[in-house]
């Protein structure tokens, strides 16, 4: 929303329909009957404000939330919008809606909700655990099958909801996007294999998946049933009557949980492009344990926070309890939600995504104001705007007051830093390499990207423009350690800039090889009748050239999601070829003996072939520490 346009926009959605905007004329009438009035007038002002508050005020206050929401749907080209907002345990939005043809009607269809499905796990096994009268710092070895004792015993029921496990979150192809052949169990103790504890436990706060696997075997245990088949009687205790899990296909998952078939071609549909193309539903599987593809509504999603909001649990806090161990008190990680400063309020989000569709869940504990959005676009900037929309009858239109800043040298903090949460052992470790964030000093603080970061203090940095922090984290000594950049931790390490102008400068030269040698092709026979050295350093040069290019790609284009998914095909010729250049080195070496004595491969030409022949040996190497190859060791 526009700054300055609350007020009019207000006061439109307050005529419309006939509906009066509670929250603006709340605003208005306190703020008109308190300016400048003597006490008794204050009293007057107020004893009318509340008989009007009784007896006139229409219970369906948020017109002004649901004009801004309509009005986003329509500028942002979003297909379809489903909200709901629970305030004081009453449902204030309950929106659904569908954009088609520049006409808004209502539409709803059941949807896949990915990784809400830690939402709804985390907060099943907190049930359990009161209903079992176990502690949460009681540890969870008694509780795991024996073959997982020795490996996560250790830690507590707290240590895993709250991230504190020190195990890494992406490992290579822990995803599969395939209908599987086993149970959610299965899968669960499959990604547990892999697991990789980088941090001692409680050190630090970091999202894993192989919690959730963890969650999913802990909640089998404790109940005696099967994960989906557990959720499913959840679901069903809190009135979430549509609700349940894609444990294998889903027409067969929902026939055995709900009695009904549901088809693909019933749920909601994905959009790419803000609504230009469909994307096919079938198209997607994520198998994540805990689950992570799980099929709900809008309805469900309400009678969800409805449960949650009245239910102990939230009134303990027990599942928003911040934890602060990495971070700063402004920004951290709470069971599976971020906990951060959101226009001065102490906001817990959690936020999911499928291809073509966002999704996210929020709670202002303060206000008893708990949110979920469901929105079918490839557009993640609307989700920020649909939260404003909906959130801004509740909370301030400013963001509080100008932060205080100081004056600091910030030369010690310039540099680039990689993200840790990763595993070392596999072609993952490359991630370290190319999502490296780049700081530099500057006059005003830092710069990371295009957004200054102006310190707050000697480690705590924020950017007005992106409302958001830096951290950096010092040891005992006051040396500096990580950098924390929304729940997520950096080591300080050397510019990627260098391997990147090693990968091109190697590329550079095997073109250039290759032009030398298409250009004297002719010329390159030697003693006139022996064609093998010329055949052998073309082979070569193509086969590096391949192996080269495929890195320069995997360095630009290699994401989280890409491991997490086994890879890209780009990454298997890696893998699987990257050998080959043993054959392209020593291909070298036989040309560079065989023609020792033929003037014609002398001069630039030869030293050309020397400094690939070299490079390329190093180039081993640096695939070799990225895991790119397949090694037997």
Request: aromatic share 12%; with cysteine.
């Amino acid at each position: 929303m526009k700054e300055g346009g609350m007020d009019r926009v207000a006061a439109e959605g307050a005529k419309a329909d006939g509906v009066i905007n509670k929250g603006w004329l709340t605003t208005k009438l306190l703020s008109t009957m308190t300016k400048g009035s003597p006490a008794w007038m204050l009293a007057l002002g107020l004893t009318i404000f509340f008989v009007f508050e009784l007896f006139f005020i229409s219970s369906e206050h948020l017109v002004f939330a649901e004009e801004e929401l309509m009005r986003e749907q329509v500028s942002a080209d979003v297909p379809v919008i489903q909200a709901v907002l629970v305030k004081n345990g009453e449902v204030s939005v309950f929106v659904t809606r569908q954009l088609e043809n520049g006409e808004l009607r209502d539409f709803s269809a059941p949807f896949q909700a990915g990784s809400m499905a830690r939402v709804m796990t985390s907060v099943a096994l907190l049930d359990l655990l009161d209903s079992k009268k176990i502690d949460m710092d009681s540890a969870v070895k008694d509780y795991l099958p024996e073959e997982l004792q020795q490996e996560f015993g250790a830690l507590t029921f707290k240590d895993i909801l709250l991230h504190r496990t020190g195990f890494v979150n992406h490992r290579l192809g822990t995803i599969s996007t395939s209908v599987p052949d086993c149970s959610v169990r299965e899968r669960a103790e499959m990604m547990l294999s892999k697991a990789e504890q980088r941090f001692p436990k409680e050190q630090y706060s970091l999202f894993s998946n192989m919690e959730s696997a963890l969650l999913t075997v802990l909640m089998e245990e404790l109940s005696g049933q099967d994960y989906a088949d557990y959720m499913r009687m959840y679901f069903l205790s809190m009135g979430m009557k549509d609700s349940f899990v894609i444990e294998n296909s889903l027409e067969q998952s929902s026939e055995e949980q709900l009695g009904r078939i549901i088809e693909w071609e019933d749920m909601m549909p994905r959009y790419d492009g803000q609504g230009a193309q469909r994307v096919s539903a079938s198209a997607y599987y994520a198998k994540l344990p805990a689950a992570d593809d799980f099929v709900t509504t809008i309805e469900d999603m309400k009678r969800f926070l409805l449960s949650l909001s009245s239910s102990r649990i939230a009134r303990e806090y027990r599942v928003f309890s911040p934890v602060f161990t990495n971070i700063t008190s402004k920004v951290a990680r709470s069971t599976v939600f971020n906990h951060m400063v959101y226009k001065g309020e102490s906001v817990y989000i959690m936020d999911a995504a499928l291809p073509g569709a966002f999704e996210r869940m929020l709670f202002i504990p303060d206000k008893d104001i708990s949110l979920f959005l469901y929105y079918n676009s490839s557009n993640p900037e609307v989700r920020e705007e649909i939260t404003k929309a909906l959130l801004s009858p509740y909370v301030e239109d400013d963001w509080g007051h100008e932060p205080e800043y100081v004056e600091l040298a910030t030369e010690t903090f310039s540099g680039h830093y990689s993200p840790v949460n990763l595993s070392q052992k596999n072609v993952e470790k490359f991630v370290s390499f190319s999502h490296q964030a780049r700081i530099h000093s500057v006059e005003e603080g830092l710069l990371l990207g295009d957004s200054i970061y102006r310190p707050m203090t000697a480690t705590l940095f924020y950017s007005a423009s992106d409302e958001r922090y830096l951290k950096f984290i010092t040891d005992e000594d006051g040396r500096l350690q990580y950098l924390a950049i929304d729940g997520e931790l950096y080591e300080k390490s050397m510019s990627s800039n260098v391997e990147l102008v090693f990968l091109l400068l190697l590329g550079l030269l095997l073109a250039l090889l290759l032009f030398g040698l298409i250009r004297k092709w002719r010329q390159l026979i030697v003693g006139r009748v022996d064609d093998r050295p010329r055949v052998e350093l073309l082979l070569s040069t193509l086969l590096s050239i391949l192996v080269v290019m495929n890195a320069l790609y995997a360095v630009r284009g290699t994401t989280y999601w890409n491991i997490a998914y086994g890879g890209t095909w780009f990454h298997s010729v890696l893998f699987y070829f990257g050998w080959s250049l043993v054959i392209s080195v020593g291909l070298n070496i036989s040309v560079l003996i065989g023609t020792k004595n033929d003037y014609k491969w002398h001069g630039f030409f030869r030293v050309l072939i020397y400094a690939t022949t070299f490079l390329l040996v190093f180039f081993l190497f640096w695939l070799m520490k990225y895991r790119f190859l397949f090694l037997p060791f």
